[in-house]
């Protein structure tokens, strides 16, 4: 089997074996956090009423890294240049060692300035290795010809580490409610891998496919009422996953456009992080403290039920990359995508007590 041959059935082959595996693994992973007691007491931050475990994490990187060997084997990696495979592997190993980080904190409670540092560490190693925001491509109305910016290095890590860090850590104070922060990250993840084919990235859109798939087989477990959570160490690993397949793939030669695609995929968990830190802030409060001022928080108290705010986040995330995949591939199925969730965000609006009384 050689997979190289065909990329889309190498993508969707991928994405079923990804989901397939995660969703087999994750009762095994329940089972022993439930024998070793690895479990999320609720507390009055929280919304569940029972010890939950949260280690579901190794189950969605033991789903993604299995899908993705047997892709390997069968061909679909065939003929990267060295410097692509270099780059994928040193994603791969990113991924991980933010995994490891977030892992630790679900067996161990670290504090927030040496998981911050930790962070920081593995951002800077993996810019050393080439998975860096490196230039960016103007286009002929900025200098009246187009121009490429080299980005000087200093600038470039401390971009590359930004981005890095603050998605990762945009994805893990998603993770509030059953679902939601494994349902952002499959769709966000279906729109890179979309955005990674249509610009001739094949090798990010296959991690984008295992991330998309490993998601899905998650959420047959953590979609309310969930059985089990992610925990820091899926979220770290989903967040920072996603953050380098934008640079190595849709970001990896900015230009005017391609720099808006990633921006737009993850612009709400980035936007709900900016908002909810800028609030801590204004009342002399660390970033870091605990409170319930997210946007998930918000709706709750607005009236919406659970499901209702996590289906009403979904929506509002499809519909930010049903406009990358317009900007990206200017073409009309896809603005018909976006008018089409958008009347799917406003029936849900509209239709918020009814759904909230079924659910």
Not at 155 to 183: E, K, M, P, Q
Not at 210 to 223: K, M, P, T, V
Not at 279 to 292: A, C, I, N, V, W
Not at 310 to 321: D, G, H, K, N, P
């Given at each position: 089997?050689?997979?190289?041959?065909?990329?889309?059935?190498?993508?969707?082959?991928?994405?079923?074996?990804?989901?397939?595996?995660?969703?087999?693994?994750?009762?095994?992973?329940?089972?022993?956090?439930?024998?070793?007691?690895?479990?999320?007491?609720?507390?009055?931050?929280?919304?569940?009423?029972?010890?939950?475990?949260?280690?579901?994490?190794?189950?969605?990187?033991?789903?993604?890294?299995?899908?993705?060997?047997?892709?390997?084997?069968?061909?679909?990696?065939?003929?990267?240049?060295?410097?692509?495979?270099?780059?994928?592997?040193?994603?791969?190993?990113?991924?991980?060692?933010?995994?490891?980080?977030?892992?630790?904190?679900?067996?161990?409670?670290?504090?927030?300035?040496?998981?911050?540092?930790?962070?920081?560490?593995?951002?800077?190693?993996?810019?050393?290795?080439?998975?860096?925001?490196?230039?960016?491509?103007?286009?002929?109305?900025?200098?009246?010809?187009?121009?490429?910016?080299?980005?000087?290095?200093?600038?470039?890590?401390?971009?590359?580490?930004f981005w890095l860090v603050g998605i990762t850590n945009a994805i893990n104070w998603l993770d509030g409610l059953d679902g939601l922060a494994a349902g952002v990250s499959g769709i966000a993840a279906v729109a890179l891998l979309s955005v990674s084919y249509s610009l001739h990235?094949?090798?990010?859109?296959?991690?984008?496919?295992?991330?998309?798939?490993?998601?899905?087989?998650?959420?047959?477990?953590?979609?309310?009422?969930?059985?089990?959570?992610?925990?820091?160490?899926?979220?770290?690993?989903?967040?920072?996953?996603?953050?380098?397949?934008?640079?190595?793939?849709?970001?990896?030669?900015?230009?005017?456009?391609?720099?808006?695609?990633?921006?737009?995929?993850?612009?709400?968990?980035?936007?709900?992080?900016?908002?909810?830190?800028?609030?801590?802030?204004?009342?002399?409060?660390?970033?870091?403290?605990?409170?319930?001022?997210?946007?998930?928080?918000?709706?709750?108290?607005?009236?919406?039920?659970?499901?209702?705010?996590?289906?009403?986040?979904?929506?509002?995330?499809?519909?930010?990359?049903?406009?990358?995949?317009?900007?990206a591939n200017a073409e009309l199925r896809f603005l018909w995508l976006g008018l089409a969730t958008a009347v799917l965000i406003g029936a849900l609006v509209l239709t918020r007590r009814s759904l909230a009384q079924d659910f």
């Amino acid at each position: 089997m050689n997979l190289a041959q065909s990329p889309n059935a190498a993508a969707l082959l991928t994405a079923l074996l990804a989901a397939v595996l995660t969703a087999v693994i994750v009762p095994l992973v329940r089972r022993a956090g439930l024998h070793w007691g690895v479990v999320d007491a609720p507390d009055a931050r929280k919304h569940h009423q029972r010890p939950i475990v949260r280690l579901g994490g190794v189950g969605i990187v033991a789903g993604f890294s299995l899908a993705l060997a047997l892709t390997w084997a069968w061909g679909g990696f065939a003929g990267l240049a060295p410097d692509k495979d270099q780059l994928i592997w040193t994603t791969l190993a990113g991924s991980l060692c933010f995994f490891v980080i977030g892992l630790a904190d679900d067996l161990f409670a670290l504090p927030p300035l040496p998981r911050l540092a930790g962070q920081v560490a593995v951002a800077m190693a993996v810019w050393t290795q080439g998975v860096r925001i490196g230039s960016i491509d103007l286009p002929s109305t900025f200098l009246g010809t187009g121009a490429v910016v080299t980005l000087p290095a200093w600038i470039s890590l401390v971009a590359t580490v930004f981005w890095l860090v603050g998605i990762t850590n945009a994805i893990n104070w998603l993770d509030g409610l059953d679902g939601l922060a494994a349902g952002v990250s499959g769709i966000a993840a279906v729109a890179l891998l979309s955005v990674s084919y249509s610009l001739h990235q094949s090798a990010p859109g296959l991690l984008g496919a295992a991330l998309a798939g490993a998601c899905l087989g998650f959420l047959r477990h953590n979609f309310n009422p969930a059985k089990i959570f992610m925990g820091d160490g899926g979220s770290y690993f989903l967040g920072f996953a996603l953050a380098s397949i934008s640079i190595v793939g849709p970001a990896k030669a900015l230009t005017s456009v391609s720099l808006l695609l990633p921006l737009l995929i993850l612009s709400l968990p980035l936007a709900d992080m900016s908002a909810v830190i800028m609030g801590r802030l204004r009342e002399g409060r660390s970033p870091f403290y605990p409170d319930r001022r997210h946007l998930h928080h918000r709706l709750l108290r607005s009236g919406l039920s659970q499901r209702h705010t996590v289906l009403l986040i979904y929506a509002f995330t499809q519909w930010l990359a049903s406009l990358a995949l317009v900007v990206a591939n200017a073409e009309l199925r896809f603005l018909w995508l976006g008018l089409a969730t958008a009347v799917l965000i406003g029936a849900l609006v509209l239709t918020r007590r009814s759904l909230a009384q079924d659910f």
